[in-house]
Each structure stands twice: as C-alpha cells, then as structure tokens.
C-alpha cells in the first residue's frame, strides 16, 4: 500500500487520476488489526493530532501487536494511560532499533523510529497545577504538546491553598507569551478561575479526581469550572489530560502558524 505522500506523488506526475488518488487515500485512512482495532493512522495529517492508543481495557498483547502495526506504517506511536504490566510488555516487544519514552507520572509511552525528530511548531503553551496530586493529568497534556511540537512551560503546586505561589510562575508564564494555558485542578478547582481572569490568553481547565466526601472524584471541580465567572475559560473532562494537551496544541499552532 502506498504512503500518502507517495499518492501525492503520482498525481503531481500525471500517473493517476485525483479519482484514482482519492480512491487510494480512503484505503490509506484505516488500517484493521484482526476484530481488534480500526488504526486511524492518517489522523495526524488530518488533524494535527496523531492517534493515540488508550491502553486501559486493553490487555499487554493487544497493545504491543497494535502498537506494532501502527509503527510499521507511522514513524511514532503514543499510548495512554497505561499500566505496570503495559509498560514493561511495550520494553519487551521493541527492539533496541527504537528509541523508547516512558512518563511513569503521565502512565504514558512513546515508542520512535530512531530517525525520527518533532519539528518545533512554535506554539507555546503554559501549564499549571493546583497541587502535586494533580501532576500525572497535567504531565498528559505536557506530553502531547511536546510530542505535536510545542514549547511548554510547566509550574507544579501553586494553588488557592497559598495564593502567593501562583504570583511568580504566572509572570514567567506569561512573559513567554504563550498562546494557551491549561490548568489542571481537583478539589473545588478554583485555580483556572483565577487564572482565568488574570490573563488574555485562553485558558483549558481541566478538574482531576483528586476530591473525596460531598462532589467526590472531580464532580465539585468541574461543577466549579463550568460555573466560573471568568470569560476565556474552556473546561474538558475530569483528568482528560490527553485532551487538554491535544486542544491547546490545536489552538497553539494555529497561533505560531500565523505568526511566522
């Protein structure tokens, strides 16, 4: 089956017809692994996003056979949330012809083709966190910014509890001049308020499920970020990091697209 750049190819050299190439690129748009998987492998050239396989639901073996597949046609696989016994069947299946990423706080892994760099988009994104319990959901959102090309500047633990914390990392964030911040919060998720109405930027709230006793598990912290008052706030899933970190990319490189 031919790449899309190689179908690309052969139109610029009158070799098919557009119809012909459209045909073509239908095919190249999903590829199936047995009953297990539909690998959307072309997402990233659709998107700006690549595919990003969830591991949790999924045993060892089935990750690595559909990490497998999607890394012979791609030059990088990302996989999600992923467990003990994931990780190490991961370091087990690739051979050292691969480089290897792991993010125990993000549960998160990166297999590359050794020849493979991410191009800087330069978009630029700030990321902060209330506490050191929201950590892994924010290092989710770090990951994919990084991995789609953007700078990321990244504060830990400078929530409400101590208002003060937030006052320096704030100034550095933006004297970056990001395009995006996304701010990762449990409890009662007050932080992306407040940063929210500091700045001029769009800010990505994202509640975690660090809360327990009445609105447990992120219920009260996304209750509080749909309920803000701040204009400029965008509120994804409780501990969606994955998703936060694809929606700022998406903002950022628009930004950094027109800007250079």
Do not use: W
């Not at 700006?48 to 046609?73: V, Y």
């Not at 290092?139 to 006052?167: N, P, W």
């Amino acid at each position: 089956m031919y790449s899309l750049r190689e179908v690309l190819d052969k139109v610029a050299k009158n070799e098919i017809s557009p119809s012909e190439a459209e045909k073509m690129l239908q095919l190249l748009a999903i590829d199936e692994v047995g009953c297990l998987a539909k690998l959307d492998g072309n997402r990233e050239l659709r998107k700006g996003i690549p595919e990003i396989i969830l591991a949790e639901g999924k045993t060892a073996s089935d990750i690595c056979e559909i990490s497998t597949r999607l890394l012979a046609k791609r030059d990088r696989v990302i996989v999600s949330r992923c467990s003990k016994e994931h990780i190490q069947a991961i370091r087990e299946a690739f051979s050292s012809d691969v480089v290897l990423e792991v993010n125990d706080k993000a549960r998160m892994v990166v297999v590359k083709k050794r020849d493979f760099v991410v191009s800087p988009s330069g978009g630029k994104i700030g990321i902060l966190t209330a506490g050191t319990s929201d950590i892994p959901v924010a290092e989710e959102a770090k990951l994919i910014a990084q991995e789609m090309g953007c700078t990321v500047f990244s504060t830990y633990d400078v929530g409400v509890a101590g208002l003060h914390r937030l006052l320096e990392p704030l100034k550095e964030v933006l004297s970056n001049d990001v395009d995006v911040i996304v701010v990762v919060a449990g409890r009662e998720g007050a932080l992306a308020s407040v940063v929210s109405g500091l700045v001029d930027v769009p800010v990505i709230a994202v509640p975690t499920s660090n809360s327990y006793g009445f609105g447990s598990k992120g219920v009260s912290a996304l209750m509080a970020m749909l309920q803000s008052c701040s204009l400029g706030l965008a509120v994804v899933n409780i501990d969606a990091g994955v998703a936060a970190g694809a929606m700022a990319t998406l903002i950022a490189n628009r930004v950094a697209k027109f800007r250079n």
